[in-house]
């Protein structure tokens, strides 16, 4: 009989498809000692008990409750870690005037590393306790406090994609808080690639830098070649936002008569590791282009009813086959929690859907077959995140890595089938009711 690391005996819910989840009211999830699922066992298997009872006898297995599930830890797709402190504030202004007014003399602190240090490991735990296993990470210009969020994610255990902003353009940057040069721009993100590396040589748990370009109005054309070049160089992710609103749509319209996604496409920066923020004003040829390049969109839909200017209509961008994720945008967005984004993200389907202009006829308001289900939010935050960033996990699953949480249903009333149970789980669960996570089977909570 072999033995595993941990088993872990329970109920769970995980997605199948874009639509349907699968459920298991009681198994064993087997995990080895590299942190993936080694086998997943259903009761009607038949070394189920001899399992059970190898790992009872050598003290690897934890039995759930039996109001407790197991889910794949979180995927957030798009999120700022130096905005923390202002999540929740001044969410009063458009995009443009926002990042001048409140965000970038946020991010200027950060060549201070003290408040780097105390900023960053507040804000990993914080996601840990939400059931984040996985965050693609802004920082901010500073590498040094770049390299703090990279510690932070390994100290408390989380797998960190992060990359170092580039923001050379000095008519869309403040002074204070600016590359100085594209060269710079480039050459500080080439050096981040190389401290990750050097940092990933003291731990397991490997952190990926991330060639982060803010966006097209902040960038120079120099600074996006160059950036392009490094992506083709080291083959590593891209984060960028496009399309978010129709301030930016309509920047790259102007300066560079092409449509923003098509500026990122002609400097490189559109590669089938590339992550998107928002796109909530991509059009069908822009959808095509991610599609043919494997580019990936993340949905922020809390942060999207402030900036975006429109809803991103996830069924048709799932129709085009481009992959989509879920991000909390911090401090776009104002919470952290992923749970708060699918809700968001299935209401604002809604919204969609009827309209909400109540002086037009009813068939006259929205925009007919566009609501999601609760299901399609928790793939986003589940396996559509994994799959954007080329991760095997999102998923129970052997195979897939130990990445998960346990939740336990609040209010068991109604709670008398898996439908029901799990949309209680996705629409009732606070940071109190996750009471665990694994991320690579280490619990982190
Ligand atoms: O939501 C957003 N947050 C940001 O910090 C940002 N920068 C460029 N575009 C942005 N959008």
Known sequence: MSSFSKVIEGASFSPRTQTAITYQPQQLICLDTSGYIARVINQTDADYAAVRQAAQANATLTTLR???????????????????????LALDRPLNEWLDTYTFP?????????????????????????GTTTALYFGTIHNAANLELAKACIKHGQRGFIGKVAMDNPEQTPDYYQDASAQVAVDQTEQFIQQVGELNQTTDLKQTPVITPRFVPSCTPASLQGLGDLARKYDLPVQSHCSESDWENGYALEHYQMRDADVLDHYGLLTNKAVMAHGTQLNDHDYELFAKQGVAIAHCPI????????????????????KTGLGTDISGGYSPSLYQ?????????????????????????????SAISVKTAFYLATLGGAKS??????????GYLADLQVVSLKNAFQADDADNIFEKLMYQTSQAEIEQVYVRGERVK
């Open 66 to 88: 039996p109001d407790q599930y197991v889910l794949p830890g979180f995927i957030d797709l798009h999120i700022h870690a130096p905005q923390w402190p202002n999540a929740g």
């Open 106 to 130: 946020l991010e200027a602190k950060y060549q201070d590393l003290d408040f780097a240090k105390l900023v960053y490991n507040d804000l990993v735990q914080e996601l840990l306790a939400n």
């Open 303 to 322: 942060s999207n009813v402030y900036f975006g200017n429109a809803v991103l209509p996830v069924k048709r961008v799932l129709a085009h086959h481009v």
């Open 341 to 369: 984004n699918i809700r968001q993200a299935v209401m604002s389907s809604r919204l969609l859907q009827d309209g909400v202009d109540n002086q037009l006829p009813t068939n006259q308001r929205g925009v007919s077959d």
């Open 389 to 398: 960033l080329h991760l095997q996990t999102g998923k129970i699953a052997a």
